[in-house]
């Protein structure tokens, strides 16, 4: 099955839609872009990884991650996974990764940055996909923990 096959089930019995889109969606700016929002509406899915643990983190697309609060969540250090490690976390590639069918056992942490935005448009596996929502539906598709990990930048 394709990923976004596999997004479009995971996502069916919560009445979302995914957005194909002519446009890459590759970076947030670009996703931005192509839907025609604020880049701090594309909801990025970054992986990190520490000596024991793997985690993604969704969040803003205009924040950088905190590294010393995401320690803090986490319990280690971390580091943003390399793209081979980050396909192997979460059968998706850069660029479409996505919090939606990833392996269970793999935590997902919501960052509150996004709450500024009635809705959010989130990666769907690909990059030219994004899926609409709102941030408490994201909390609840994907029982994510809320959490504050980033600083918005500009």
């Given amino acids: 099955m394709d990923t976004l096959a596999k997004v479009r089930r995971f996502l069916e019995p919560h009445g979302l839609q995914v957005m194909e889109l002519d446009e890459s969606t590759h970076t947030a700016p670009l996703a931005a872009k192509a839907l025609g929002v604020e880049v701090g ?3 990025k899915t970054l ?3 520490g000596e024991t643990k793997a985690v993604l983190v969704v969040t803003s697309g205009d924040t950088r991650i905190d590294n010393k609060a995401l320690r803090d969540i986490v319990g280690e250090k971390m580091r943003m996974a390399s793209p081979e ?5 979460t059968g998706y590639a850069p660029g479409g990764v996505c919090p939606f069918g990833v392996p269970e056992g793999l935590p997902i942490l919501i ?3 996004m ?16 899926v609409p929502m709102s941030v408490e ?15 918005v930048h500009s």
Avoid: K, M
């Fill in 85 to 89: 490690e980050t396909l192997e976390l």
């Fill in 115 to 130: 709450e500024r935005f009635p809705e959010v448009y989130v990666a769907a596996g690909t990059p030219n996909s994004a």
């Fill in 111 to 113: 960052d509150l940055s």
């Fill in 41 to 43: 509406q594309i909801a």
């Fill in 137 to 151: 539906e994201l909390l609840a598709i994907t029982g994510g923990q809320p959490c504050r990990v980033s600083r």
């Fill in 47 to 49: 992986a990190f990884v």
